[in-house]
């Protein structure tokens, strides 16, 4: 079992519960925040395409569009473009680094609370944006809400859900940020021909944020972090709720004071714990795989997808159109996973995830290699890239690699 960021023996397994209404639906509640992610992912790309928001930003952009011949990926070759794009994930990095500390002190729900708000001011920021300043310190703050969120959303749903289906509640996580994706390129589309598109597409990013901050104060912390923060009569409360009130959470509650106890003790020397020889392999795999997940570039392709899409031939619309079934695809890979997750583990998803990322890096390379093909391969192995690296990303799903995913999401 995990707390605070570091894994004891874990002998959750033996306690028993049941998934009971009020679990589902704090997990379900505590899932939405990966709704601010994924509309994110999806109306950044989507909003860069249009041309009023060009015009009124970037308009160096829009004149190199115009004497492109070849290419019109390289029309956006921009700094201040980029600056735009790549603020959020800067703040990401920057709030990954505070937010394991923020969610021990604070909790989980309070941190995803204070996620949301800042997600919340960002995206009024951006809506009403009317210069660069504005646009980049709404990204700021949309990657500060990221951060905290990402860091404290699945080790919550870790921390509640029942042992046996701790797969499937985690992926809940990754289904509603492809929910987010898929609804931002939907958005996209219907939005990109107003001269005002941009601003409802970007201002919109509201919803989720309220959704997700509003159901956290609805629901409680979890029994964990409550234990964490000295708070023994709450964590029965929680506990009791989660479980299910006829079941003994006794021996569980019992389990989580030992392990919380255990924990503060090796909070003494941190860095000295973990690089004790017991822990190298943990260490070494909790931050090769999301970084090395992050290095393939599939965020790259999630969120330039439009532009990307554009640059091989595909007009306006169809490089939207193209994007939401990128999205849909994400979005059934995800689902396959939940079923499988808790069934078969994690193991046999990453063999099987790895395996389809080497056939959709094979196929991308082919389809560079062979021009004639190439706009209906390149959707086909870009379907297929999406589909195996996000099977593959859900086996990160246990709560002793978070810390580090959410740092490598920075990246």
Same mark, same amino acid.
């Given at each position: ?81 980029? &600056? !735009?794009?790549? #603020?959020? /994930? ?7 680094? =505070? *937010?394991?500390? $923020? ?64 797969? &499937? !509640?985690?992926? #809940?996580? /990754? ?7 898929? =609804? *931002?390129?939907? $958005? ?224």
């Amino acid at each position: 079992m995990a707390v605070g960021g570091f894994a004891v023996d874990d002998n959750s397994r033996a306690f028993s519960g049941k998934v009971t209404a009020s679990v589902v639906i704090t997990c379900i509640v505590a899932a939405s925040g990966g709704l601010i992610f994924g509309y994110d992912i999806g109306i950044s790309g989507g909003v860069t395409t249009m041309r009023p928001f060009l015009k009124k930003f970037f308009p160096a952009v829009l004149r190199k569009e115009a004497d492109a011949k070849t290419n019109i990926y390289c029309v956006y070759d921009s700094h201040v473009l980029t &600056a !735009f794009t790549s #603020s959020l /994930y800067i703040a990401g990095l920057a709030a990954s680094l =505070v *937010a394991s500390r $923020l969610t021990r002190a604070v909790g989980r729900r309070n941190t995803m609370i204070i996620g949301g708000l800042t997600f919340l001011i960002g995206a009024a920021i951006n809506g009403g944006a009317e210069n660069i300043v504005m646009l980049i310190l709404g990204r700021i703050l949309l990657g500060f809400g990221v951060g905290f969120t990402n860091q404290a959303t699945p080790i919550y749903l870790s921390e509640m859900a029942p042992p046996k289906w701790r797969g &499937a !509640f985690n992926t #809940s996580f /990754y289904f509603f940020i492809g929910i987010g994706v898929v =609804v *931002a390129n939907c $958005l996209n589309y219907g939005t990109a021909k107003l001269s005002w598109g941009w601003r409802l597409s970007l201002g919109l990013a509201i919803v989720p944020s309220v959704i997700m901050t509003v159901g956290a104060l609805l629901i409680s912390d979890t029994p964990s972090s409550l234990v964490e923060r000295g708070k023994i009569a709450q964590a029965r409360d929680s506990l009791r709720k989660a479980r299910g009130k006829d079941i003994d959470i006794e021996p569980e509650l019992a389990e989580l004071v030992k392990t919380s106890e255990a924990v503060k003790a090796a909070n003494e020397e941190p860095f000295v714990t973990i690089f004790e020889r017991q822990y190298r392999p943990h260490l070494v795999m909790a931050f090769a795989i999301p970084f090395f997940q992050q290095l393939t570039g599939i965020n790259i392709i999630a969120f330039y997808a439009p532009v990307l899409f554009q640059s091989v031939g595909f007009g306006s619309d169809s490089a939207l159109i193209a994007s939401i079934i990128l999205g849909c695809v994400n979005l059934f890979s995800i689902l396959v996973s939940t079923f499988i997750v808790d069934r078969y583990g994690r193991r046999i998803l990453f063999l099987e995830g790895g395996t389809q990322m080497i056939i959709g890096q094979v196929c991308c390379n082919l389809s560079a290699l062979h021009p004639i093909p190439l706009f209906t391969w390149n959707i086909h192995s870009t379907c297929t890239y999406v589909l195996k690296l996000r099977l593959e990303i859900l086996r990160n799903s246990d709560r002793k690699l978070k810390l580090n995913f959410a740092f490598c999401h920075g990246i």
